[in-house]
């Protein structure tokens, strides 16, 4: 099976600390805003961080009660407290470097068949609690990192003036979903069989096609924002309803209540508004042409309607330049995108490749009938 390795240790401890400043710097910006008397802002960004850490507290103990389901009730007393006071998060990384420290530091190569099953279990355990973390981590990115780069940058294109928070919000949104996509491409392939490695020229091609595509994605939003909320609000509903809609069709299991299952459409259906979701795990050549040739008419439109109706609030040098990053991040992305399915996809790029560890790995992992909620839940 797949080893956690120290490097993904180090790589855990990091993801710890960028959470903890992400928190830090969400309430720094939003008590900025307050003190300025921009109440509205910072209203919204507090209403971003506690709609994501509620929802993420929802997923995150219903996890845990499903895996320890007829154990000690006491722990699950305890685990639901924890989570009542939006903790759930800090619990998770606790198991996840007790269990990585063991299967990267303390873990020892032995000819004897228990002790290779009990290392083995281990290197099962540290993987599958990174996993969870970083499937929480794609919900807190799309429920509040995502709309809140959305709501700086238009801060900016609205007011023009820009302070050293704004930049500080706008980075730690960038990095948040930089890490969040990567690290969980790399815990999907870890957690399932089946799954070719993710190797490093794939995880920068994956991600300047994911950060591209978004980022061009949330500039279009925001020229639309500055032409009228209104529109700009129906057009993100419809957009919602349009990917709830289509996970309703996709008939998913990933959750074992149906009230959960309906609350996991309702996040995936908040995901597809800014990026390709594909939560069946099935190939979605078609599916990936539709939504970004959607994604290319829409913008291709608001900069139409912006050539003949320029709002008075933001100066036409300001415009041009917001529209040549629009299109300069799409038409990149895009590129980025083809590149990826067609030469660097794991799969297709282990073809090209001598990629002797992912065979091993699946030769190996034969026996791993359990796989964990993965399976029930992709993106690729």
Known sequence: MMKFTKQNFVFLVGGIIIYVVDIGVDFWVASKY???????????????????????????????????????????????????????????????????CQAAYKQKSSGDASETNSSNFIQKQAIDAVADINMLKVFKTFLETTPQLFVQIYILMEHGKTNFYQYAAIFMSFCGISFSMVDYQISLRKSLP?????????KFIYLFYKLLTITSWILSISLITLLSVRISVILLIFLWICGFTWTLKQHTTFCKSKKMEYLYRTVV??????TFFNIKGRKSKVCVSIYYVTHIVVTLGILFVYMFWKPSI???????????????????????????YRHFHPTTYCQQQPCSDEVDGVAKQKDRVKTGRFQNFLMQ
């Not at 109440?39 to 895996?67: A, H, P, V």
């Not at 009730?73 to 924890?82: A, D, P, S």
């Not at 089946?194 to 794939?202: I, N």
Request: proline share 1%; hydrophobic share 50%; net charge neutral.
């Open 194 to 202: 089946d799954k070719a490695e993710f190797h490093v020229p794939s």
């Open 34 to 100: 307050f003190c300025q008397g921009q109440y509205s802002w910072s209203i919204l960004i507090l209403c971003f961080r506690g709609l994501s850490s509620l929802i993420t507290q929802i997923f995150s103990y219903e996890w845990f009660k499903n895996d320890w389901e007829g154990t000690d009730t006491g722990k699950l007393k305890w685990i639901f407290l924890v989570h009542l006071f939006q903790c759930g998060i800090f619990i998770r990384y606790w198991f996840a470097l007790k269990y990585g």
């Open 269 to 274: 259906g908040i995901i597809l508004i800014f």
């Open 314 to 340: 933001i100066e036409e040098i300001y415009l041009i330049i917001v529209s040549i990053l629009t299109i300069f991040n799409l038409v990149l992305g895009i590129i980025f995108l083809v590149v990826y």
